[in-house]
């Protein structure tokens, strides 16, 4: 993977490729809360002699956690500037757990670019799925994170969106990156931008869920499955997986990814 970088008023933002001549399609991983691009190492192992692959580190996360600038509006233009600074008009994007928000975003500013859409352990955008309870919840997470001293915060996080130990210890390594207070930060302003940005929107390409049968993380497997039965969307549970099920249980996803790509 190539490291590559994108200089804006507000910061650098940084991603990694692979692309090949002939190679004909393009797929963008975009991480989860808390996380970096590193989350996708199976992925890029699997699929980099068969697509072309774009991995990013979000404002806030990895190496662009100095651009401090964060709503999810401004993430699909981020997407999009990528894209077109490497000439790729067609894109099928991946988004794991928030990593799913900039991707629907994406879909709704920029529909004809998008070619398919591979949502893991994320939840839908739409005002329907979450109560004022639930936003509640988002709104307060980072007030009761910070509660927790930084090594029980970390050593929980990771323990509780995972279940082999190779997608703890991903994760566990992913933390040393970050001190508690750039965690905190991360958590309160993603989710407080997902209650002020949440929108209704409808997914114009073709695209498929996965969620880890042990997803436990909030509410996400049952608004993955109520997302599934609004749009007639084909759902995958992911077995021996939790929250984390493209770690947990890469072959399986990694076989269910790659189906879906011939597919289109």
């Excluded at 975003?105 to 893991?120: D, H, Q, R, S, T």
């Excluded at 992913?174 to 409808?202: A, G």
């Excluded at 039965?229 to 021996?240: C, F, H, Q, S």
Aim: proline content about 3%; some cysteine; aromatic content about 16%.
């Amino acid at each position: 993977m190539e490291h590559k970088k994108l200089s804006f008023e507000t910061g650098d933002i940084h991603y990694y490729i692979s692309k090949k001549d002939n190679l004909n399609k393009t797929i963008l991983f975009t991480h989860g809360l808390t996380a970096d691009y590193s989350m996708f190492a199976k992925q890029v192992e699997y699929f980099q002699n068969k697509y072309n692959i774009i991995l990013w580190d979000m404002p806030l996360h990895g190496m662009s956690k100095n651009y401090k600038l964060f709503s999810y509006n401004s993430l699909a233009d981020i997407i999009y500037k990528i894209l077109t600074h490497e000439g790729i008009d067609k894109i099928i994007l991946s988004g794991m757990s928030m990593g799913g928000y900039p991707c629907q975003y994406f879909i709704y500013k920029y529909p004809n670019m998008a070619e398919g859409f591979i949502a893991i352990d994320t939840t839908p955008l739409g005002f329907k799925y979450y109560s004022k309870l639930d936003l509640w919840f988002l709104k307060n997470a980072a007030f009761f994170a910070n509660l927790f001293p930084e090594k029980f915060l970390k050593y929980s996080m990771a323990k509780s969106i995972s279940k082999t130990e190779y997608a703890y210890n991903v994760m566990v390594n992913i933390y040393k990156n970050y001190t508690k207070s750039e965690m905190i930060l991360q958590i309160d302003k993603c989710y407080k931008q997902f209650i002020e940005e949440n929108i209704d929107i409808s997914i114009s390409c073709p695209f498929i869920i996965l969620l880890g049968e042990n997803d436990k993380t909030g509410k996400v497997a049952s608004y993955s499955k109520q997302w599934a039965v609004d749009t007639k969307g084909k759902l995958y549970i992911i077995p021996n997986a939790a929250h984390f099920s493209n770690a947990d249980n890469y072959m399986e996803v990694n076989m269910i990814i790659e189906q879906f790509i011939t597919s289109l």
